[in-house]
């Protein structure tokens, strides 16, 4: 019998580096912001335990509208960036002459900033933008169509979709060429057509990839600030917009906390259901 590894002084000390800044910087930066959104680091007045932060922020429908409107663009935001990798993965999975040159297309915006990435999505989908000139000339629509600033968020979405699609896509791809060729060709021996090698092989096979990358584009879409600061509405704004006008234009800092507590309770409410949701799948696998 192989004998279990010790935890070596050795091997703590490799450990401290990587261990060691998360647990004091993301740590530190998490506890002084419960804090602070208790009343505690008061950086305009007195310190001291108060709910009354919590009770202004929940009792805020602006709050409250920029929540909901961050879980809308959170959820929608990584359901189509899967539901657009998906295929592309699929394609990738086998070699072919327009692999490469196709590849490289897509992994273009991993090398753009998010910022830059929305001013060059707002020159396609803004008011008289590219696509709006593009089908009034050919007289498809006869005024212009809203895609920027919309109330849904739907130009948000747009540039989410665009910008995340390489990083969901290695994700994906990393899962799909997990499965072996064997089992596929074993399915369609028994009579198994193409949906029901997507449905019942290749999607429950790659649930584990698709569920990381849902997790990890909806924390990137509901904390996201650059993206919707310039293409999402004008009301409501996001969470991270609220905060960032709390705390800089009304030096509320401690409500601007509490917004960032909801964040992370919201974050880690959502990893719990991801995980869930893949224990059942699995289970009834």
Known sequence: MKKKDKMTPFI???????????VFFIGS????????SLGFFNMMGESGFTLGYWKSILSSREAIDS???????????????????????????????AKGMLGSIIKVPLFIPALVAAFLILNLISY????????????????????????????????QIWKNLPFVLLILMSAISSIRDDTIDAARNLGAGYWSVLFRIYIPLAM????????????????DFPITSVA??????????????????????????????????????????????????????
């Open 12 to 22: 703590i000390l490799m450990l401290i580096p990587g261990v060691g800044f998360i």
């Open 29 to 36: 930066s998490i506890s002084i912001t419960v804090l602070q």
């Open 67 to 97: 929540l909901l409107f961050s879980l809308r663009m959170g959820i929608l935001s990584s359901v189509g960036t899967v539901l657009v990798a998906f295929p592309l993965a699929l394609f990738f999975r086998k070699s072919g002459p």
């Open 128 to 159: 008289h933008g590219l696509i709006n000139t593009t089908l009034m000339r050919l007289n498809i629509i006869d005024e212009p169509l809203r895609m920027l600033n919309d109330s849904f968020g739907w130009g948000v979405i747009t540039i």
């Open 208 to 223: 584990p990839g698709i569920l990381v990358a849902m997790i990890l584009m909806f924390i990137k879409a509901f904390g």
């Open 232 to 285: 999402g509405p004008v009301y409501p704004s996001s969470v991270a917009n609220r905060m960032q006008i709390m705390a800089n234009l009304y030096q509320e800092w401690n409500q601007a906390a509490v917004l960032g507590v909801i964040i992370i309770i919201t974050t880690f409410f959502v990893i719990w259901a991801y995980s869930r949701f893949a224990e059942l799948v699995q289970g009834g696998a």
